[in-house]
């Protein structure tokens, strides 16, 4: 079984210059999505933790933040919910940069959600893999997300090389994990991943999941 989620737009890259980019606080961004998997935030917050403010402030700039602005200024963002609710555990004041992927007309929260569910870019199924449910559930900051452990698995096997990354496509975690979903696993959590993981790498490494972007193989 393959996630099933609209077609989308990609998303543009930043504007060519620094210029484009600027820092905001990350509790004022909104999230697109309502889980995330919390064995790669745990994994991100070791990260952090060994990096002076300038190191961290060089590779947010290198890994800018694509933000959607309404009209009245408020800001969703579109991607790197991983490692900016990792950043905003660590620190509440905690800053990211960003740059602004579209501009909405409107200053109804309503009004952007529904443009961000035409483009693709809201992920609506809870930790338990249901939905999707109305973008109204979203949570208003990161740290509202919900833990899904199957997000956090399929991290550890792309960290694995087990699957590749295909950034062009949304939310390519998740359609990985909605296949696993479907298949019979022992027990596990984010917190505890081992007892899935050799069930995970071999059904990952079948045939099964070869249409799914990122797919490698046996090999």
Do not use: N
């Amino acid at each position: 079984m393959a996630l099933r989620l609209p077609p989308f737009h990609p998303l543009p890259p930043p504007t060519e210059g620094k210029q484009a980019l600027f820092e905001v606080p990350i509790q004022d961004l909104h999230p697109t999505q309502l889980c995330v998997g919390m064995a790669e935030i745990v994994s991100r917050q070791g990260d952090f933790a060994e990096d002076d403010p300038k190191e961290q402030r060089q590779y947010l700039k290198r890994k800018p933040t694509p933000l959607v602005r309404s009209a009245a200024g408020e800001l969703w963002m579109v991607d790197r919910h991983h490692r900016l609710r990792a950043l905003l555990e660590l620190d509440p004041k905690a800053t990211a940069f960003g740059y602004v992927a579209l501009e909405v007309p409107s200053a109804d929260p309503a009004v952007v959600l529904a443009e961000l569910h035409r483009r693709g870019w809201l992920y609506l199924y809870d930790g338990r893999g249901l939905g999707p449910q109305h973008p109204s559930v979203l949570p208003p900051t990161l740290l509202g997300t919900q833990d899904d452990p199957y997000r956090s698995l399929v991290w550890k096997l792309k960290r694995e090389k087990v699957i590749a990354s295909a950034p062009l496509i949304p939310f390519h975690e998740f359609r990985w994990g909605a296949w696993l979903r479907s298949r019979q696993l022992p027990p596990f959590s984010s917190a505890k991943l081992e007892p899935a993981l050799p069930a995970a790498r071999a059904l990952a490494r079948s045939q099964a999941p070869s249409q799914l972007a990122g797919w490698i193989g046996p090999g």
